[in-house]
């Protein structure tokens, strides 16, 4: 009640959603979007009926890389339709506006249109998995505090620059009393496919390995840098659906055994 008097948001359950697993980073670029859509692709292939939101309101990247082009139904009930590929149930600010339209709307309109593509949707899935905008602004807040996650995982490249942003992000998660499942560490290995020779990019692994530590939590996957990830997420094709035999369709469905 309290919270109600201020203004701030009650946290209530989803309907039609049972779990909720938000996918987030503290900067954006380091593969976020690619992360929660191969995650939720891989838990649809293990039978598991998943939703896939696009909480990136200002940058929707879900229906590029789900091949999503049309318009959702409103139901007799007034709720939106999600559009269905891979076998995963999809909603984003980007099948409602056009493509190349900017959204420039103030705080208050973002909370309206997140609260909507949250709850005005007919899910009817056993885990939503949200891509959540990057950093820990605003719409971050909002979903952490309106809606009951299950737990996070938050998405890194090893640079010292994204480390101090995963920091970030624990620490908001934690303060609003969300559980984080752990780490997942992207494009921080790359073997050159002609000589097999492997090199960190971005710097030494250890450091997101002893970021984590210091902040108690797992990593849970690593994702290897590879031209085929970004290729297959630009065609629209996940790559856990377009390579399923790959070592990252592979890593993909390790990760959503661990959610
Ligand atoms: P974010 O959601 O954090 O902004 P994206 O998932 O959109 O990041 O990824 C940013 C870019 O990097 C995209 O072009 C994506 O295809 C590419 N990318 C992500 N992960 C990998 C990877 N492991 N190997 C190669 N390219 C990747």
Redesign the pocket.
């Known amino acids: 009640t309290l919270r109600m008097a201020r203004g701030l948001p009650t946290k209530s359950p989803i309907k039609g959603v049972k779990h909720v697993v938000a996918v987030a ?1 503290g900067k ?8 929660a859509v191969n995650l939720a692709v891989a838990l649809a292939s293990q039978n598991i009926s998943t939703g896939l939101l696009d909480a ?1 309101l200002f ?1 929707p ?1 879900i229906p590029r890389m789900m091949n999503l082009t049309s318009t959702p139904e409103t139901t007799p009930q007034n709720l939106l339709r999600p559009l269905t590929n891979y076998g995963v149930k999809c909603m984003s600010m980007g099948f409602l506006i056009d493509r190349d339209a900017p959204i420039v709307w103030r705080g208050l309109m973002v909370m309206k249109a997140l609260e909507q593509l949250l709850r005005q949707v007919e899910w009817g899935v056993d885990v939503l998995v949200v ?1 959540m905008p ?1 950093g820990t602004g605003d719409t971050q807040l909002t979903v952490s505090q309106s809606v009951v996650v299950d737990g996070a995982v938050i ?1 890194s490249t090893p640079q010292d620059v994204a480390l101090a942003d995963v920091r970030k992000g624990v620490n908001m998660f934690r303060k609003v009393g969300i559980p984080i499942f752990g780490l997942v560490q ?2 921080s290995l790359y073997q050159c496919p002609n000589c097999s020779h492997t090199s960190h990019i971005f710097g030494n692994q250890d450091h997101l390995v002893s970021t984590a530590q210091s902040m108690d939590l797992d990593i849970l996957a690593n ?5 085929d ?2 290729a297959t ?2 065609a629209g094709t996940p790559i856990v659906i377009a390579q399923p035999t790959s070592v ?1 369709a592979e890593v993909y469905r390790g990760l959503a055994k661990k959610v």
């Open positions: 980073s954006g670029g380091v593969g976020k979007s690619t992360t990136d940058g990247s891509d990057p998405v992207n494009m994702i290897p840098l590879h031209p990830v970004c997420s630009d990252h």
